[in-house]
């Protein structure tokens, strides 16, 4: 199982970013998927969730209404608009599968694999 984040960059606050994250190796279809983020001397954080047909998702309350989780099954892709972003959305973001569904969404225990991680710098 490979997944395969990009997208990250250097911003000023206000503008707009779009995550992705290819995978191979699964069937992708199967199961539900998240983006983690992790600044500078901080834990790694649930920010979006999405189940494994889409219908379903969860965003964290800091990006509620300005970041956005999507995914096409057909193109093995989860995606992340991050819309009006601020210096403190500032950090590595990272993709996740989840395979562990008797523990939360937000406990790092439920996913088994992770991408590489891609930056996110947001300036003032």
């Known amino acids: 199982v490979q997944l395969q984040a990009c997208g990250g960059g250097l911003v000023q606050a206000g503008e707009s970013l779009t995550l992705s994250c290819a995978a191979s190796?699964?069937?992708?279809?199967?199961?539900?998927m998240a983006w983690f983020r992790q600044a500078p001397g901080k834990v790694r954080e649930l920010t979006a969730h999405?189940?494994?047909?889409?219908?379903?998702?969860y965003n964290e309350a800091t990006v509620k209404g300005r970041f956005t989780i999507s995914r096409v099954n057909a193109n093995n892709t989860v995606y992340l608009q991050m819309n009006s972003l601020k210096p403190e959305d500032t950090a590595v973001y990272y993709c996740?599968?989840?395979?562990?569904?008797?523990?939360?969404?937000?406990?790092?225990?439920?996913?088994?694999?992770w991408g590489q991680g891609t930056l996110v710098t947001v300036s003032s």
């Open positions: 996740a599968r989840r395979l562990r569904t008797y523990f939360g969404l937000e406990s790092l225990e439920s996913y088994d694999y």
């Open positions: 190796g699964l069937t992708f279809s199967s199961y539900d």
């Open positions: 999405i189940s494994w047909s889409g219908a379903s998702t």
